[in-house]
């Protein structure tokens, strides 16, 4: 009995919470990347959303049935009802109602009418129980999107030769940081004002004219790193661009990478630790998990709750 019911639930929570914030998670796999979260971390969050809604519904179902079946009974069309509303809200935004009272009514909607016909008809229970295989083709869905992610690699092997090493390169990408407000009224860097930067532009060779590739940090970045020019779908992993300057320069000379935002740096030649695709902070992910409920909320909610 408790096994149907979680199918019933799952295929609920399915709708109205792991397909709205995988799906959006899916198309923007930069998010992963800078908030550095391991192969296993993003497994274990994918897991976590897909089945840990469905799955405490089912516990306070089970604990309700303790006090007997009419108690029971109600648990179950209260935590229906939740879902459904839940999924009615997602609905509203999905046909981009963004109104206050017409988002709500739909979700009050649904809210009544799915527990009541659940309630009163055995095809709609059987049917419920069957929409539970949406989760498999919402969580293949997020898995495929997230390979880059969840698949990790050294990169190809380089036949890079160092001359010297006894000279350090340093390279630093200032991320979002325009030109003109370094400048004077004759075209040049002040001097006065920001004598550092004036002192590297004297010493240095300044190609004033080149610019990025992208507006966008997850493109620019991993094509001024790559040399190449940036996929417009994708995001900044070693995956999509395996052959960059920490790959070209690994094993010939010492490498260190900090990356904020992109994820190019094997972590076997950026002093991460040998078998990293299996590492876990469970204060990582739980900060993850509670930015991903803000998202879920900005996802789905009205606007007068999404404030």
């Known amino acids: 009995m408790f096994r149907r019911h979680f199918l019933t639930y799952l295929a609920l929570s399915t709708m109205a919470i792991a ?17 550095k979260l391991s192969p296993l971390e993003v497994l274990v969050f994918l ?10 519904c089912v516990g306070l179902d089970r604990f309700s049935a303790l006090f007997g079946p009419k108690v029971n009974e109600a648990t179950r069309l209260c935590l229906l009802s939740g879902l459904s509303l839940l999924f009615g809200l997602a609905v509203a935004r999905w046909l981009d109602v963004n109104r206050n009272i017409p988002s709500i ?11 009541f016909a659940f309630d009163k008809s055995k095809p709609v229970r059987e049917w419920s129980r069957w929409l539970s295989l949406l989760t498999v083709a919402v969580l293949g869905s997020a898995v495929i999107a997230l390979q880059p992610v969840l698949l990790e690699s050294n990169g190809p092997k380089s036949d890079a030769v160092i001359g010297n090493k006894e000279f350090t390169v340093l390279q630093v990408v200032f991320d979002e940081f325009p030109l003109y407000p370094l400048l004077g009224n004759d075209g040049q860097i002040n001097a006065e004002r920001f004598p550092g930067f004036a002192e590297l532009a004297n010493g240095a060779t300044w190609y004033r004219n080149s610019v990025t590739k992208s507006n966008f940090t997850h493109q ?3 094509a001024l790193l790559s040399s190449s020019v940036p996929a417009e779908e994708g995001g900044p992993f070693l995956s999509e661009y395996p052959k960059n300057i920490f ?11 900090i990356e ?14 040998a078998g990293a695709i299996a ?11 509670r930015d991903a409920a803000y998202v879920y909320g900005q996802r789905v909610f009205p606007p007068v709750l999404r404030k």
Do not use: M, W
């Open 19 to 35: 397909q709205p914030l995988l799906d959006l998670y899916g198309k923007n796999t930069t998010v992963f990347s800078a908030a």
């Open 47 to 56: 897991l976590l959303v897909v089945l840990a809604p469905a799955t405490v």
């Open 105 to 115: 009514a739909i979700g009050c909607l649904f809210a009544v009418v799915v527990p």
């Open 220 to 222: 620019a970045v991993p």
């Open 247 to 257: 790959t070209l320069f690994a094993g010939a000379t010492e490498v260190g990478g």
């Open 260 to 273: 904020p935002v992109t994820s190019l740096c094997p972590h076997s030649v950026c002093g991460g630790k």
């Open 279 to 289: 590492s876990f902070s469970l204060n990582r992910l739980t900060t993850f998990l």
